[in-house]
């Protein structure tokens, strides 16, 4: 871990103005793209706090457009912050499983609905591909931010991407949501994705 | 249907299904709470202690440009000056074992006051390690039962909810869990690769060692069963070899040391009863609230979940969440107060309970509270800045005229077994401050069908 040295400390105010900008244009974007991801709005204002707390203090060096840039620095937030918290509650989540603390309390079937089954489908995808789908159809990034963000090539990206629809779609096939597969035709991820 | 078509079928049902709109959050966000936000990360930012994150090439690449031989011998002294902090920590130790008559395990202090037999029955039960690295204390239990627990250790130096706060945390699991813990640990992934566990052996029991690089280093280790009884330790210290130094502090204790190390206001049963009192002096109480349910029910009732395994006569919880366990009863009170009244026409009890609750913002437990959370000021941050504005909202909801149950917290469940709770944006403030048995108040489940939980 490198020791915290700070230039913008030198010239106070000269950069405050850019981040205060920065900050009020992606506030809420960035509470978006950690609430779709950690539990609870706590710990997404949490991971908000500390991530602009970095674009602070890289505030003369906010590139344009900014939020890719925040929405990267906000995923490794995340991965590196609240790892052991997850894997502490999912442990704690399972004893609290076994005393009957979290038991399911109601048939499931009553009250699931389309949306539920979608997000069924949505937990059966690895966690990687979860985040690609999520980068594009609710953070909204186009593929080239998307891979900047995901800490790939826009290629490679497109390839994640491509699989991951294909993953998805078969889930919600299965669960009966999708119309079923017309295997006369082909794709590839080079025509879908543009 | 095309497998084009249908693969962009699916996009689309995923742009559906966004459960967190920017742009609705931007709308209800206000200016004050802008504010607020800001201010709280520019202080965050402006501690000096705080690590850049170790992927920002951009910030690395001008940390070792302006500070190159800084940086070096750094690194030459390092271990130098961790011999002597070891040497001290050594004779700390030393010391400790010749004032306790020569055994670290026979440490006894006569002097603290008797512990409840619930509390002590987790000491026994327990391999009761305990830190002893200087500066280095018990700043919470957030849970104290026989097979499980965790004590969160702060650093006297590195203050806990200050920006660069140091924590330690020290859990205990099962015995059976062990397995499961340590091949959950190996199969993490960071950025670097796979995390690779490193085995040593501490306080002669088997010691697996797992470091996760990233923003902030965290080093887990857990140590083989004792008894029914697995310890894990892990923290972000800012280094390697400062966990190391904490880590090898570790001493096993008595019975009487272990428990007279836990912080006062949550484990001595007078001192507990004494802080439930003085959180309820300043609140306005339901008639009929039985006080004396809350020193025996002392954990909250998380959402989620039906409550009753928590609520123990053993289960220590911290200031934050016996707030959460005394605030939420008695707000919950008053709704159900207010609910019935209003059913009943009983206009005058639903006013009070109305009055009540209007007068929540100045309820000192719920300020104490968002202090601890690092908000400043007398005043409560506004709805859905954490637990304490819940109870602001619920109280605006009955000021109205009508408290909402729905939606309600979700627990999901992925192979069968609870997998975390889904808390939905608009999640009636009822729920969410755990008031379950409210008449109406639904939980909804979401459960991966049977056929996929087959193939996993």
Request: aromatic letters at 6%.
């Amino acid at each position: 871990v490198l020791p915290v040295d700070d230039p913008p400390n030198a010239v106070p105010d000269v950069y405050r103005h850019r981040f205060e900008r920065c900050f009020r244009d992606h506030y809420a974007q960035l509470l978006a793209f950690s609430m779709r991801r950690v539990s609870g709005r706590e710990i997404a204002e949490d991971v908000v706090a500390d991530s602009f707390a970095v674009a602070w203090r890289r505030r003369d060096r906010i590139p344009d457009p900014a939020l890719p840039w925040l929405y990267a620095i906000a995923g490794r937030v995340i991965a590196n912050q609240y790892r052991a918290t997850r894997r502490r509650h999912n442990l704690d989540m399972r004893l609290a499983h076994e005393t009957g603390a979290g038991a399911p309390g109601s048939d499931p079937a009553e009250s699931l609905d389309r949306r539920d089954s979608f997000s069924a489908a949505f937990a059966l995808l690895s966690e990687p591909e979860r985040e690609v789908l999520r980068l594009v159809a609710w953070d909204g990034l186009e593929t080239r931010d998307a891979a900047r963000v995901f800490g790939c090539s826009p290629g490679a990206f497109r390839v994640r991407l491509h699989r991951a629809r294909r993953k998805l779609a078969k889930q919600l096939e299965a669960a009966g949501h999708l119309p079923q597969e017309d295997r006369t035709a082909v794709s590839n991820p080079a025509e879908e994705i543009r | 249907m095309t497998r084009r078509s249908r693969n962009d079928d699916a996009l689309a049902r995923m742009r559906a299904a966004n459960p967190f709109s920017a742009t609705e959050l931007r709308r209800a966000i206000t200016e004050a709470e802008l504010s607020l936000a800001m201010q709280r990360a520019i202080a965050v930012g402006e501690s000096p202690s705080q690590p850049i994150p170790v992927d920002d090439r951009v910030a690395r690449e001008h940390a070792v440009s302006t500070r190159p031989a800084r940086g070096g011998i750094f690194s030459r002294h390092r271990g130098a000056s961790l011999g002597f902090g070891g040497l001290a920590c050594v004779a700390v130790v030393a010391a400790l074992i010749i004032l306790s008559g020569g055994s670290v395990d026979s440490v006894r202090d006569g002097a603290h006051p008797t512990f409840a037999a619930a509390a002590v029955k987790v000491a026994e039960a327990n391999p009761r390690l305990l830190v002893t690295a200087p500066g280095w204390s018990i700043a919470h239990a957030r849970s104290f039962e026989v097979d499980r627990g965790e004590l969160i250790y702060k650093d006297d130096e590195h203050p806990l909810y200050a920006p660069g706060g140091r924590q330690l945390n020290l859990t205990w699991y099962p015995a059976r869990f062990y397995g499961d813990r340590l091949r959950e640990d190996a199969r993490v992934r960071t950025r670097a690769g796979r995390v690779k566990p490193v085995t040593s052996t501490l306080l002669g029991q088997r010691a697996t060692t797992f470091a996760y690089a990233g923003q902030h280093p965290t080093f887990a280790t857990i140590l083989s069963p004792q008894g029914n009884v697995f310890v894990e330790v892990n923290g972000s210290l800012g280094s390697k070899q400062k966990y190391e130094a904490v880590l090898h502090s570790l001493r096993p204790v008595g019975v009487d040391a272990w428990l007279g190390a836990m912080p006062p206001e949550v484990l001595h049963p007078a001192a507990r009863s004494a802080a439930i009192a003085q959180m309820l002096r300043d609140i306005p109480v339901p008639p009929g609230f039985d006080t004396s349910v809350l020193h025996f029910r002392g954990m909250p009732v998380s959402p989620g979940s039906n409550g009753s395994s928590l609520q123990s006569e053993s289960a220590l919880t911290d200031r934050f969440m016996l707030g959460k366990a005394v605030a939420g009863a008695v707000a919950c009170d008053w709704l159900r107060s207010w609910l019935s009244a209003t059913r009943a026409g009983d206009d005058a009890t639903a006013q009070e309970a109305v009055d009540a609750m209007g007068a929540a913002p100045h309820w000192p437990v719920l300020l104490q509270m968002v202090r601890e959370k690092g908000y400043r000021g007398n005043v409560l941050p506004p709805h859905g800045r954490g637990w304490p504005s819940e109870i602001l909202a619920a109280a605006r909801e009955i000021a109205h005229g009508h408290l909402r149950r729905k939606p309600a917290i979700r627990t999901i469940y992925a192979k069968g077994l609870p997998a975390g709770s889904l808390t939905p944006a608009d999640a009636a403030p009822a729920s969410v401050l755990g008031c379950l048995e409210l008449p109406g108040s639904s939980r909804r489940t979401l459960v991966i069908p049977d056929r996929h939980r087959a193939s996993h």
